[in-house]
């Protein structure tokens, strides 16, 4: 997949050049401490009041930190670091190599997000019910009651109210942004009340978080009442910091090594899919099947499914168990066993020789079916060091992950983020994008706060400013083909969230937002890192992993815990000796320590720093911890006006243009109430048996004990039909209409003296009635009853198949031979049946990871398939030319939408019950064969 870059690059700087002087910067560096730590500028400030003449020698470790990160750490916080946007100039020239930026910052502040919330509980006092009101976007009816979602002291919980006329009204009125003054007048003379009873009300809601105010916050969009004019000057204030551009083209010389990096780990690198996410969608097709539901439905925790692990508490009931504890059980994070995929195993090859560099570029790769895909926009994250590029981390959902919060930055940053939204829009017609707020943690959810960067929002706590607001009632959701999707009923489009921020969603305990975090990764690849502890844990070395001039990992080294034990015990100087003689077998001295947002530079040189060092390995927690080489260049390309350069990070875009959402067109009586009945229980007009029974003697039962007694009783039966499983168990499952109900217990105890025999001889192994549950939502109800007709007609041909004992190729031969036909009276032309026979044999490959080994015993067995002699065959059944017109019937009635999901079914299930066992491999092999029919030269 071709990627482009995008024509702007985000350059991300520490605020003090590299080689700053911490005598000259300490007062501005106290200043900034005083935004990140007020408490540690306190204590600052009473130590400076006793010795003004305190040097970086005597300073406190933890001022050495912050001075370290105002060097060499560009990830912003506060006024620490600094982003500034530049043209992306494709044109290579010694020029445009060179970034030169101004050393000044230009910080842009908001309230912080803890005071803002303070600040909007003072302004809802002087103005409670606001301007305009919406309905909370997670609330919905169930059993006389109203549900929603209501944040409380950081944590979310589920609410109910009783349902009242007058409730029920305003929540469906402030659905879409309402006037109050509005909802105040007409509700009033609604319901015969007086204006201020019914504000009285409408305040109510708004303080049990039912409705949401515009005095409310959100973490999307700017607010007019932060201007500092109407803000306290005691207010914490939350920095975004830009630094002017004084150069403005740059030009990336591995730019090119950069793509070809990214094509290569993409194709190479193993997928696996999301665990929690999987099992949601296991649980969903279990619980709902094909049934579309709402999503407040879907991850209700007694109407709908768990996800993640994680069940919202009612409110009155609370939890005794702290959850948080247990997260780690559902990460929803791929298995991290050791795999031994062609990466891993190329880099097990080369540490087991010894080797300090590994060159993933010498890995010769295998034959690939496909690549995962990639989202239309992506990002890479990295920092130069000398002629090579360090990669830091590469991917997510889309581009705005990164820049999100840099939106309320510039207009120009505002702008691309824009830009990119409109791309990804573009790529995907039929599909709308939505991005989601959501807040809980105060301090943190300051990087969650962006601009409107997608039209679309659903605002799961607060007020909603996008230009289209979605609530949980009005999305869907479905599994179709494997995917998880969700459809806007008012939209009439499949939607899907694009959350524009870099927050880490795994901190939430909130189900609904893990939910939608994760199904924005859905059958995406996401992360094209390489996190060598996965491949091999605890080792004592991990080599250098690179692809060409792209280092893709460090060089790390291991420091035992046995000389950390030591270094306890020893006093500073004898310490900084004993630490340096095991550094001076490294061939290394600067090296980068800690994780995270505690990652620090360590210049082993200095004596200062690995004086710094040694304070920092003897409070380390863990018993043993890591070295990694540092890759700090002595001079950077990133320069500001006086020659001073910047450990700098640069943030590129790539993108693409193809399509990677398809949309689905779902009728809306799909999203309707049923018009016929869904659920038949024992005793109705139906009857459904689970015949448990291994799958070498289930075509004996059907042919010589089923088949018989629906002959004796045909004058009781309307119609039946049969589908094999495996879940739980192998077993048939046997639906039978009755004519009439009447005859429920007559028929019941005829089949049960039949059942009886079979599990006295061993011939069943287990025996139950269950409720029939019509797959609506499959079908829709206009075709569900035409459907049970072909499936009655299907069966019958398939028993009077497998009667004559057929050989396997003339299984496969009748096979073919029908699907020829179903294709012919489903698609209008040749052309569109062989690309829905070309997309099943992809979707079967993927379904069954087929290389190329495959693909050859496949192409062996297609051509003994076709020189074996043709079966000499049984006509065509009776019933066939029923069982097409009732296909015909079927697409005249529904959807054109739908038809290759209806002819994927039928061929389906007349795999399934023509073959035993093995049923989808049947049917995997089978497409093959029957593209393979459809693209030979036909004989004439």
């Known amino acids: 997949m071709e990627l482009d870059f995008l024509p702007k690059i985000l350059c991300r700087t520490p605020v003090f050049a590299q080689n700053s002087d911490f005598c ?101 006092k002087a103005s409670h019910i606001g ?75 708004i303080d049990i978080q039912l409705l949401w105010s515009d005095k409310s916050t959100n973490v999307i969009g700017s607010r007019k ?87 919202l508490q009612f409110a009155q009931h609370g939890s005794m168990i702290n959850e948080k504890i247990f997260a780690g059980q559902y990460s929803g994070q791929s298995s991290t066993t050791i795999g031994y995929d062609p990466v891993r195993r190329f880099i097990l090859n080369e540490m087991c020789s010894g080797q300090h560099h590994v060159d993933l570029a010498d890995m010769i790769a295998e034959e690939s079916i496909e690549a995962p895909r990639l ?97 949980g009632n009005d999305i869907f959701v479905g599994v179709r083909r494997n995917e998880v999707i969700l459809y806007s009923r008012s939209l009439r489009k499949r939607v899907v969230p694009r959350i524009a921020t870099a927050y880490n969603y795994r901190r939430s305990d909130l189900a609904l937002y ?15 890192g390489i996190n060598i502890d996965d491949i091999v844990p605890g080792m004592k070395h991990y080599p250098r992993i690179s692809y060409k001039n792209i280092i893709l990992s460090p060089e790390r080294w291991l420091i035992p815990g046995s000389l950390i034990d030591k270094l306890r015990t020893l006093g ?10 095991w550094l001076s077998n490294l061939n290394c001295s600067i090296f980068r320590a800690g994780n995270g947002d ?65 949309p689905i067109d779902i009728h809306p009586s799909s999203l309707a109430p049923d018009s016929i009945c869904r659920n038949l229980s024992p005793g109705s007009e139906w009857l459904y048996y689970e015949l448990y029974t291994h799958h070498s003697v289930s075509n004996e039962l059907l042919i010589n004990f089923i088949a018989p007694f629906f002959k004796t009783y045909r004058s009781y039966i309307r119609k039946w039909f049969f589908i094999r499983y495996a879940d739980q168990g192998e077993h048939i499952r046997l639906r039978i209409h009755l004519k009439d109900r009447s005859a429920v217990s007559h028929l019941m105890i005829s089949l049960n003296d039949l059942l009886d025999e079979l599990l006295r001889n061993g011939k069943l192994a287990d025996v139950q009635i269950k409720t029939y549950k019509r797959e609506i939502e499959r079908y829709g109800d206009c075709r569900m009853i035409i459907l049970e007709d072909l499936f009655h007609a299907d069966s019958e041909i398939v028993l009077s198949t497998i009667k004559h004992g057929p050989s396997l190729n003339a299984l496969y031969a009748s096979t073919i031979d029908f699907v020829n036909d179903l294709l012919k009276c489903a698609f209008s032309s040749q052309q569109d049946a062989v690309l829905f026979v070309q997309q099943m044999v992809e979707y079967f490959n993927r379904e069954f990871d087929l290389n ?41 009635v529904g959807d054109r939408s739908t038809v290759a999901d209806l002819v994927a079914d039928v061929i389906h299930l007349r795999v399934n019950r023509l073959f035993p066992d093995q049923q989808r491999k049947h049917e995997a092999l089978l497409y093959q064969y029957q593209l393979k029919d459809m693209k030979r030269p036909q004989d004439h």
Not at 465 to 470: C, E, F, P, V
Not at 636 to 655: F, K, R, T
Not at 862 to 883: A, C, E, M
């Open 572 to 581: 500073s100087k004898a310490a900084v000796i004993l630490l340096r003689e």
């Open 598 to 662: 505690q990652t620090l530079i360590f210049d082993t040189g200095d004596p200062l720093d690995i004086g710094m060092l040694v304070k920092f390995l003897k409070q380390q927690k863990v018993t043993q911890a890591y070295l990694a080489e540092g890759l700090i260049s002595e001079r950077s390309d990133v320069i500001d006006e006086n020659g001073h350069s910047y450990a700098a990070e640069m943030l590129l875009s790539a993108a693409h243009r193809k399509q990677i959402y398809e």
């Open 375 to 471: 989202p239309n926009s992506i990002s890479i994250l990295y920092r130069k060091f000398r002629d090579k590029v360090v990669l830091q981390s590469i991917g997510g959902c889309t581009a705005n992950q990164l820049l999100g919060r840099f939106s309320l930055t510039s207009d120009a940053i505002e702008d691309f983020c824009l830009q990119i939204a409109e791309l990804e829009q573009h790529s995907n017609p039929g599909i709308e994008f939505f991005d989601v707020s959501y807040q809980a943690e105060k301090h943190v959810d300051n990087i969650n706060r962006r601009k409107h960067l997608y039209n679309i929002e659903f605002p799961i706590s607060g007020y909603g400013k996008g230009r289209i607001i979605l609530d």
């Open 852 to 892: 190329g080994s495959s693909f050859k015993e496949i192409n062996k067995g297609y051509k003994l398939f076709k020189s074996s002699p043709v079966p000499i065959f049984f006509k065509k059944h009776r019933k066939h030319k029923l069982l097409m017109k009732k296909v015909q019937r079927c697409l005249a």
């Open 24 to 124: 000259i910067k300490r007062s501005t560096l106290y200043e900034y401490i005083r935004d990140a730590s007020p408490e540690l500028y306190r204590s600052l400030q009473k130590g400076d009041q006793k010795n003004d003449l305190i040097d970086m020698h005597t300073q406190d470790f933890a001022v050495w930190k912050y001075f370290n990160r105002a060097r060499f750490r560009a990830t912003p916080f506060g006024r620490l670091a600094a982003v500034s946007l530049i043209d992306l100039c494709r044109t290579p020239n010694f020029e445009a190599s060179k970034i030169q930026l101004y050393a000044d910052i230009d910080p842009v502040s908001v309230l912080d997000w803890d005071d803002l919330k303070k600040f909007d509980l003072l302004n809802k």
């Open 514 to 528: 893990r939910f939608l975090s994760d199904l924005q990764n859905q059958s995406l690849r996401t992360n094209l």
């Open 225 to 311: 009442a932060e201007s500092a004019s109407d803000v306290s000057h005691n207010c914490q204030r939350y920095f975004l910091t830009e630094r002017k551009v004084k150069v403005a083209d740059y030009h990336e010389p591995l730019s090119a090594e950069i793509r070809e990096a990214v094509d290569f780990l993409n194709k190479n690198l193993p997928y696996s899919e999301n665990l929690s996410m999987s099992d949601f969608k296991t649980a969903f097709i279990k619980k709902f099947d094909l049934r579309f539901v709402p999503l407040n439905i879907a991850l209700d925790p007694a109407l709908g499914i768990k996800y993640a692990g994680f069940d």
């Open 131 to 205: 301007e305009n009101l919406q309905t909370n976007a997670t609330a919905y009816a169930v059993h006389g009651h109203q549900r929603y979602l209501h944040l409380n002291a950081g944590s979310y919980e589920l609410c109910e109210v009783v349902q009242r006329p007058e409730v029920n009204w305003i929540l469906e009125q402030s659905r879409h942004t309402i006037s109050a003054n509005e909802l105040i007048s007409e509700g009033s003379r609604k319901f015969n009340t007086s204006k201020k009873t019914f504000a009285e009300l409408l305040e109510k809601l």
